[in-house]
Nanobody, 126 residues
């Protein structure tokens, strides 16, 4: 079974930084799209960023461009999200997600394509 386990969440003041990690196991596909989503209280889950494991192509939501960086360590099967210049509106539960195949320009943001999800990690910015 595929397992995604997030870590690294916490509380930080506005302007601060956090780095989230997502350890993946049981995934046999060589090409996969790995993504970070977030869900704030009372709001729908939204995509934050994604990366194609084979090409390294990255994609970002407009709200985080220039502040967040998605990366991967394929030797450790780990996905990262470096979050800088955090704002109170970044407060949410952050989820790691995975799907087979490259992300694709027109598909990377589609929540329904991702079949595997982690349990989430809370990020609070005050």
């Amino acid at each position: 079974d595929v397992q995604l386990v997030e870590s690294g969440g916490g509380s930080v003041q506005a302007g601060g930084s956090l780095r989230l990690s997502c350890a993946a196991s049981g995934y046999t596909y060589s090409d996969k799209c790995m993504a970070w989503f977030r869900q704030a209280l009372g709001k729908e889950r939204e995509v934050v960023a994604a990366v194609s494991s084979s090409t390294g192509s990255t994609y970002y939501a407009d709200s985080v461009k220039g502040r967040f960086t998605i990366s991967q360590d394929t030797t450790k099967n780990t996905l990262y999200l470096q979050m800088n210049e955090l704002k109170p509106e970044d407060t949410a539960i952050y989820y790691c997600a995975a799907d087979a195949g490259v992300c694709g320009t027109g598909r990377w943001y589609q929540r329904t394509r991702y079949g595997y999800w982690g349990q989430g990690t809370q990020v609070t910015v005050s």
